[in-house]
């Protein structure tokens, strides 16, 4: 990495709160995040962390309910001022918790579905090969209607479809949430494989030794505020349980 | 052969003929309401409104060029393509299911609105038609009217019906294809099983459902010119078609063309053989009461899962 990447962040989290309308789900969150980075995200149920990855991409922007305050900026422009199609055209996109998979669609139309923005169309087929190429198994399943597959399954359709708008960063919410530890071990190669063509990842993981593998920073979020973070290395796994449940337990 | 036999096979082949013809009709009036449900959880009740509306454009079309009624459809479709996209962009956007739910709304309040909506846009184009075109019975005539084509000694068919019916499958299999094989269809899809997702895809619902609408109503605009042609129609006829968009749906199910085409048959058939064996009265009665008993008995559709 230049020196140049390391002194402008990819993405700048400043000042950033979230409400449901009038419960402020993350409150004053500061995150910078570097390209190349693979940032893991650990907190106890209901912390932030879904919240934190919405107000990114935009989708706590959309209603009179939830609004958000602070600066999101991604290579130095504002996000949260965009709209999220907007943000996806930039180059920024969310695979979300649950998967959220278009359930009566094809797999290859989930997939499709990601490159719908005019920029991405012409190269649908070259992006659609790629991700067939990294999940084979997707390209025998093409024809399958997606709510017959298996959660495995989904999740790589899940992957894929956000990899169709050739991200530069992609938020991963509960990768691993519901599957087969054989099959999160899968998916989080696929991750690396696709930290490795140089999107920088983000990635809520519920697992902290995972978490802690994965990452080169990690950090703790604790009922709406981030409250550790670290590279692993420098980070005991001590210090992150008590960020994890407070210090006070 | 036996005499009787013969023609009791008669009544029935050509009441499954002419049968099938009005079916293929009556699936092309329900494709615009099918595509609103189905793609928007729009119920839309001045469906049947803007068929006559489009009768009525066909109508005033022709008083200024003398030509034939099926060129009227290269004014009236566009022209209401472009009536369903902004009047979903300005108004039913707005007030649509989706709206209520960003607000926090529950679904099934966020129903009611659109169905005043569109109750208070069925009276006004009534209105308006009458205000425009007075009460008096239009038709869109066409030298097709009383042609007929023999299939067999004593097996006719009406030539209107069944161009009506190959352009129904036209229309049902273009539909069927935008939906499937381009961008836009995947769209319209995708923002119907899950606005935020398609947002995160970078489409914006809000101008999709605008194009669904749009297409919709183009759709209507083809139903108004066939139903201009095969009657005469005032006004405040909306809503009989309505009834019959409805019966089609229910009897077909959501979301698929070959759903409407599906229940466009049964009841095309229903109604016409009713009409060969208990008089013309019971064509309609027969029609409902089907309708109503697949209500009772699988309210869900005969034919969705
Ligand atoms: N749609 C919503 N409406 C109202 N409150 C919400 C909504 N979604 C989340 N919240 C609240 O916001 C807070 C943060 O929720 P969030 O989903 O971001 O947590 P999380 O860290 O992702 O939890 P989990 O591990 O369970 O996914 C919680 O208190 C939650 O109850
Ligand atoms: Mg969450």
Redesign the pocket.
């Known amino acids: 990495m230049t020196p140049m990447a390391d002194a402008v962040p990819l993405l700048r989290i400043a000042g950033l709160s979230a409400y449901?309308?009038e419960?402020r789900?993350?409150y004053d969150i500061a995150l910078d995040i570097r390209e190349g980075d693979i940032l893991a995200i650990i907190?106890?149920?209901?912390?932030?962390?879904?919240?934190?990855l919405?107000s990114i991409v935009g989708l706590m922007n959309r209603g009179e309910?939830?609004h958000i305050r602070g600066r999101v900026e991604f290579r130095g422009r504002r996000l949260d001022t965009l709209e999220t199609e907007a943000i996806v055209d930039a180059g920024v996109t969310l695979v979300p918790?649950g998967r959220r998979l278009f359930p009566r669609m094809t797999v290859e139309d989930n997939l499709r579905a990601g490159a719908f923005l005019p920029r991405l169309r012409p190269t649908a087929d070259r992006r659609l090969a790629e991700i067939f190429g990294l999940f084979p198994k997707l390209r025998e399943r093409r024809r399958q209607v997606v709510s017959e597959m298996s959660g495995g399954e989904q999740q790589m359709v899940a992957i894929g479809r956000a990899l169709m708008s050739s991200p530069s960063l992609i938020l991963f919410?509960?990768l691993s949430l519901g599957l087969a530890p054989a099959v999160v071990d899968d998916i989080y190669r696929k991750v690396r494989e696709i930290h490795a063509k140089g999107v920088t990842c983000v990635i809520?993981e519920?697992d902290m030794r995972r978490a802690l593998a994965v990452a080169n920073r990690v950090c703790v979020?604790l009922e709406?505020a981030i409250v550790l973070e670290g590279a692993p290395a420098e980070l005991t796994e001590d210090a992150i349980t008590a960020a994890y449940f407070g210090s006070e337990r | 052969m036996n005499e009787d036999l013969y023609w009791m096979f008669i009544d029935v082949a050509n009441g499954l003929l002419s049968g099938s013809m009005l079916g293929g009709y009556y699936a092309v009036i329900a494709i615009g309401l099918a595509l609103n449900f189905g793609v928007m959880r729009l119920v839309n009740l001045a469906h049947g409104d803007w068929l006559i509306l489009a009768a009525y454009l066909a109508v005033a079309f022709l008083s200024m060029a003398n030509v034939s009624p099926f060129w009227t459809l290269l004014l009236v479709v566009p022209v209401m393509y472009v009536i369903g996209y902004v009047i979903q962009r300005v108004m039913l956007n707005r007030v649509s299911v989706q709206a209520a739910e960003r607000r926090?709304m529950s679904a099934s309040f966020g129903l009611m609105s659109p169905l005043l909506v569109t109750f208070g846009m069925s009276i006004v184009i009534g209105q308006g038609l009458l205000a425009v075109f007075d009460s008096n019975a239009m038709a869109i005539r066409n030298e097709l009217s009383f042609d007929a084509i023999r299939l067999g000694e004593d097996l006719t068919v009406s030539t209107l019906r069944l161009i009506f019916f190959g352009i129904a499958l036209l229309m049902l299999a273009l539909v069927q294809f935008f939906l499937h094989g381009t961008h836009m269809g995947r769209a319209i899809r995708a923002a119907s099983d899950d606005p935020e997702i398609a947002a995160l895809m970078g489409m914006n619902a809000n101008k999709v459902y605008a194009v669904a609408s749009g297409i919709s109503l183009a759709t209507a605009g083809v139903a108004g010119v066939m139903i201009g042609m095969s009657r005469s129609f005032q006004p405040f006829d909306g809503p009989t078609f309505l009834l019959i968009a409805f019966g089609v749906v229910i009897l077909g199910g959501l979301g698929s063309m070959v759903g409407a085409l599906v229940g466009g048959l049964i009841l095309g058939i229903v109604q016409v053989l009713a009409g060969t064996y208990f008089g013309p009265s019971a064509q309609l009665v027969a029609g409902y009461i089907l309708i109503l008993f697949v209500l009772a008995v699988r309210p869900q559709g005969l034919f969705s899962r």
């Open positions: 449901y309308g419960l789900a993350i907190g106890a149920n209901g912390a932030g962390k879904s919240t934190l919405k309910a939830a918790e919410d509960e809520i519920q979020m709406g | 926090g």
